[in-house]
Structure formats: structure tokens, C-alpha cells
């Protein structure tokens, strides 16, 4: 790879990272800081399933939107969404001085959800863009694009902790909402012109023909191939269900 391709992937990399660093950095402060702006603990179940929720539902459709409206538009919505909506959080308690327990627990949601779908947006660009832009090293690239969520959550918790309690509660969303723009700008300055369909990619490809894709629909129209994705989706969504469930049994009391 030559410098140009380095730094699209370098930049890409830390995009990836900065968008799922949101669901990560406050993971560490914000529960015990929760009394502080009059919130009781059980309303921390929907602020943290906002995020995921928003993910689940944002994951299928942002292949189908990026194909409709292409990957340099719905990758700027994501980041936007993603900068919108950790700066929204952490400026949240100062909207809503006053407002009371159940106007900050929505706008905090709300700013969680932004940040999910932004996450989800991003992800599945960022990954379709490497794959098409690295041909001959796409397994190594996606490797490393995989690993960008785990080393969210291996930097964002000490981070968002030392940010928070060096410069407030604002520090940590501000901070992690102004990078993701500017490298945007760095990415699309350094993307490769074949970004939008590069080599082996399906919007190169001919059209399918009936017989092709009446193949293609049975294959993948087996329940088993679906059964990894249900388990997994059912498992995570059991605690979020528990939780909030036990919320609002303590909120309707």
C-alpha cells in the first residue's frame, strides 16, 4: 500500500472506533453519577438500550439505504448522527436544568439512539468502502476493521473516565463528537476513486438473471443459516428486556 492508502485506512480506522466509542466511554461514570441529576438508578435500563436498539433496527437497513443513495451520503449522516448525538448527551443536564427525572432519561434516549444509528451507518459503509478499496488484502483489512469495536471498548471506559473527571461530564461527548467530522473530511480527501463500486464489487456486477436469483432466494431462505444471528439477537435482547421491564415497574409504582 502506498502513504495515500495508509492514511484511508489509518483514518477509516479511527472513525470506526470513535463511533462505537460512545456506547463504551460513559460505561464507567455515568451510573454512579446518575443521583446528581436526580435520576434514580433503575433508569439507566432504557439510556443504555436506547443505543443498542437504535443499532439493531439502523443494521437492517443501512445496506440497502447505502445502496440507494450511496456510500459518501449515508456515511455523512452517520458521522453526523454519531457527532449530533454524543454532543446531545452531554450537554443533555444543561437543556434540561430542572426539567425533571423523566424529560432527561428521553433526551438522554434519544441521544443514545442517535448515536446507534450513526454507529450502524458508519459500520457498514466503512466496511463495504475497505473491502472494495483493499481487494488483494480484504481479509486482513476487514480483520482490522473488526477489531476497532473491541478497542472501543478497550480505550473508551479509561478514557471517558479520565476526561470526566478532569473536565466534567460535557468533556468525554464533546471531545468524541467533534473527531468523527473532521476525519470525513480526511477520508473523502484520500478515498480511492473506485469507493463507490470497486473491484468485485455487486454494484459492478450484471443484473441477476430470474433463474440466479430464484438460486440465490434458496439459499439463503433456510432457517438455519438464520439461527446463529436469532440466538444472539434473543440473548442480548433478554437483558435489555429484563431491565427495562424492572424500570418502569419502579417508575409506575
Do not use: H
Request: aromatic content about 12%; proline content about 8%; some cysteine.
Amino acid at each position: 500500500m502506498n502513504c495515500r492508502e495508509w492514511v484511508y485506512l489509518i483514518s477509516s480506522l479511527l472513525l470506526l472506533t470513535l463511533s462505537n466509542m460512545g456506547f463504551a466511554q460513559f460505561s464507567a461514570f455515568f451510573p454512579p453519577y446518575l443521583p446528581t441529576l436526580g435520576i434514580r438508578q433503575e433508569a439507566i435500563a432504557p439510556i443504555f438500550s436506547a443505543y443498542t436498539l437504535a443499532q439493531l433496527f439502523a443494521s437492517m437497513f443501512s445496506g440497502p439505504v447505502a445502496s440507494r443513495f450511496g456510500r459518501p451520503r449515508v456515511l455523512a449522516a452517520g458521522v453526523g448522527c454519531v457527532s449530533f448525538g454524543s454532543i446531545l448527551f452531554g450537554l443533555t443536564p444543561d437543556i434540561c436544568t430542572g426539567c425533571g427525572e423523566w424529560p432527561l432519561v428521553g433526551l438522554f434516549s434519544l441521544a443514545r439512539a442517535f448515536q446507534g444509528t450513526g454507529g450502524s451507518l458508519v459500520q457498514t459503509v466503512t466496511l463495504a468502502t475497505l473491502a472494495d478499496a483493499f481487494p488483494r488484502s480484504r481479509a486482513r483489512v476487514l480483520s482490522s476493521a473488526n477489531s476497532a469495536g473491541a478497542l472501543a471498548w478497550t480505550v473508551g471506559p479509561p478514557l471517558g473516565g479520565i476526561l470526566f473527571a478532569n473536565f466534567g461530564f460535557r468533556a468525554p461527548f464533546v471531545c468524541s463528537g467533534i473527531p468523527p467530522p473532521l476525519l470525513l473530511l480526511l477520508i473523502r480527501a484520500v478515498a480511492p476513486r473506485n469507493e463507490e463500486a470497486g473491484p468485485g464489487s455487486p454494484m459492478k456486477a450484471k443484473p441477476p438473471t430470474r433463474a440466479e436469483l430464484t438460486s440465490w432466494l434458496c439459499a439463503v431462505s433456510s432457517l438455519g443459516l438464520y439461527m446463529p444471528a436469532i440466538a444472539s439477537t434473543v440473548t442480548s435482547m433478554k437483558w435489555t428486556i429484563c431491565k427495562c421491564s424492572r424500570s418502569l415497574c419502579v417508575f409506575f409504582r
